[in-house]
């Protein structure tokens, strides 16, 4: 019931998913794809109303499809796993039972998650990567220093790992910005010029 709240089967599931979450994210994604159309291009969007119109429908569907298809891919995985862990062979389930106990493969089936980047528009892909990276590395930072440092969230200075992770995100934006602009979305760079001026 947990894994399967709308079907008894995996796959219909699974694509009820990408519909709930894809029409829970359309007020986000349309309003990031709406309003800079409507601030930053207007001479555009008067010009060709209706094709400003379409290009921001079209990018907040494959924003908010982008995000239902992540879900849907890990959504997919838990249930192969599951059903995995009914096979009847002994030996079988005993491989995927030490299978699962890696850390490895764990890491592969989270990976796979970002293949639902190619449903997300070509542009965008760098940006989202820019986004992500830092995340990572502070997931990565928090489990180091936990795990290996024994330096806890609650101690005193713990903080300034955040700050350090949140210095080098806005570094990769910046040098992004500097070398090769158009890698960014339109709305960022506008953002940026308004603070920093041209590259």
Not at 76 to 84: G, H, K, Q, R
């Amino acid at each position: 019931h947990a894994l399967h709240p709308h079907h008894d089967r995996c796959v219909p599931n699974a694509l009820i998913k990408i519909a709930e979450v894809a029409q829970l994210l359309l007020p986000v994604y349309g309003a990031l794809h709406f309003i800079p159309a409507l601030l930053f291009k207007r001479k555009a969007a008067l010009r060709h109303p209706l094709r400003t119109l379409w290009k921001a429908l079209l990018g907040t569907v494959r924003s908010s499809t982008f995000i239902g298809v992540f879900v849907f891919i890990l959504q997919s995985w838990f249930c192969l796993i599951t059903n995995a862990h009914n096979i009847k062979s002994p030996w079988m389930a005993d491989w995927i039972r030490h299978l699962t106990k890696s850390k490895l493969f764990w890491w592969f089936g989270s990976s796979l998650s970002g293949l639902s980047l190619l449903v997300e528009d070509k542009h965008r892909r760098e940006e989202l990567a820019a986004y992500v990276l830092p995340k990572a590395g502070l997931s990565a930072w928090l489990h180091f220093r936990d795990e290996y440092m024994g330096v806890k969230q609650r101690r005193r200075g713990a903080w300034k790992s955040e700050v350090a992770l949140s210095a080098v995100g806005m570094g990769m934006v910046m040098s992004i910005y500097q070398t090769n602009p158009a890698a960014l979305s339109g709305f960022v760079r506008r953002i940026l010029y308004q603070f920093v001026g041209p590259n």
